[in-house]
Nanobody, 121 residues
Framework: QVQLVESGGGLVQPGGSLRLSCAAS????????MGWYRQAPGKERELVAS???????NYADSVKGRFTISRDNAKKMVYLQMSSLKTEDTAVYYC???????????????WGQGTQVTVSS
């Protein structure tokens, strides 16, 4: 079965750092884009960062300069290095993978179960 397994979440103090990891498995098609989304209570899920297989990166304005996304295509893993964390970064972080079935020109989105990141004193 398809699995996206996140790890690295936890409790960190403001100004601290945390590194999230996500391992994808069971995806039959080529993964074009991997990314991280987050959702705080009462808020919409939002894109934090994404990266294509060729290395193109996109960041939410709120995390630019503080977060860095990277990936290992061979291992089908994506990482999110978070620095200078703020209390407003507190959320459940979800790993996402977008894959394409080239035979039928169809796209599929896969999601991890989420990992809690809490930034608090």
């Amino acid at each position: 079965q398809v699995q996206l397994v996140e790890s690295g979440g936890g409790l960190v103090q403001p100004g601290g750092s945390l590194r999230l990891s996500c391992a994808a498995s069971g995806i039959k098609f080529s993964i074009n884009t991997m990314g991280w989304y987050r959702q705080a209570p009462g808020k919409e899920r939002e894109l934090v960062a994404s990266i294509t297989s060729s290395g193109w990166r996109n960041y939410a304005d709120s995390v630019k300069g503080r977060f860095t996304i990277s990936r290992d295509n061979a291992k089908k893993m994506v990482y999110l290095q978070m620095s200078s964390l703020k209390t407003e970064d507190t959320a459940v972080y979800y790993c996402n993978a977008r894959a394409k079935d080239s035979d039928f020109d169809e796209w599929y989105d896969y999601w991890g179960q989420g990992t809690q990141v809490t930034v608090s004193s």
